[in-house]
Antibody, heavy 122, light 113 residues
Framework: EVQLKQSGGGFVQPGESLKLSCAAS????????IHWVRQASGRRLEWVGH??????????RYGESVEGRFAISRDDSENTAYLQLSNLRAEDTAVYYC?????????????WGQGTTVIVSS | DIVLTQTPLSLPVTPGEPASMSCRSS????????????LDWYVQRAGQPPQLLIY???YRASGVSDRFSGSGSDTDHTLKITRVEAEDVGVYFC?????????FGGGTKVEIK
């Protein structure tokens, strides 16, 4: 079965850090570009960033609101991607999704994790 | 950043009737290098992650009912449902991946009358 299984998340105070995981199965993870997307309550989906594959030197790009605070990484041997969240702010409170194209980017983001909630509050 | 504006915000529909929603982009989503328009449609049902319906403007994702179709031009994009069923309720989002950052529309909420 093609799936992304997420873990991590939770309740943290402003300024703290958290690491989310996204474990893939059922497709060739090492070929895929992995994206992270978040959804705050009542707001539209927001792209957090992506990490490309080995062919593209694992290049990363980030949304402006998280640039310099969040970092995406991957371990192809474990078929897992990670989102390191640092210096968290209240406005980072959201459900975080990892997502990918299982065949080729042309075909859209056809697999999504179940989502994990991050709450930042003092 | 490319801004996607979806209308209407809410779409009450009668089962068996057609439905249509719009997504307008602030700039063209046509990639002149490969000729593809990188506009996708997703549906998000309550408590679920988004699910891909349409990719590259008009291609149905695997397993998606042929009641769903996507069309449009460089900046005006439409998702149509030929005969709405009760299971179609949810929030429909458009997403552009023509440029980084990837951006999303605000969503159209489809509900049954």
């Amino acid at each position: 079965e093609v799936q992304l299984k997420q873990s991590g998340g939770g309740f943290v105070q402003p300024g703290e850090s958290l690491k989310l995981s996204c474990a893939a199965s059922g497709f060739i993870f090492s070929n895929s570009v992995i994206h992270w997307v978040r959804q705050a309550s009542g707001r539209r989906l927001e792209w957090v960033g992506h990490i490309r594959n080995r062919v593209d030197n694992y290049a990363t790009r980030y949304g402006e609101s998280v640039e310099g605070r969040f970092a995406i990484s991957r371990d192809d041997s474990e078929n897992t991607a990670y989102l390191q969240l640092s210096n968290l702010r209240a406005e980072d409170t959201a459900v975080y999704y990892c997502t990918a194209s299982t065949v080729d980017y042309y075909y859209g983001l056809d697999v999504w994790g179940q989502g994990t909630t991050v709450i930042v509050s003092s | 950043d490319i801004v996607l504006t979806q209308t209407p915000l809410s779409l009450p529909v009668t089962p068996g009737e057609p439905a249509s929603m719009s997504c307008r982009s602030s700039q063209s989503l046509l990639d002149s290098d490969d000729g593809n328009t990188y506009l996708d449609w997703y549906v998000q049902r309550a408590g679920q992650p988004p699910q891909l319906l349409i990719y590259a403007l008009s291609y149905r994702a695997s397993g998606v009912s042929d009641r769903f179709s996507g069309s449009g031009s460089d900046t005006d994009h439409t998702l149509k449902i030929t005969r709405v069923e009760a299971e179609d309720v949810g929030v429909y989002f458009c997403m552009q991946r023509r440029e980084i950052p990837v951006t999303f529309g605000g969503g159209t909420k489809v509900e049954i009358k």
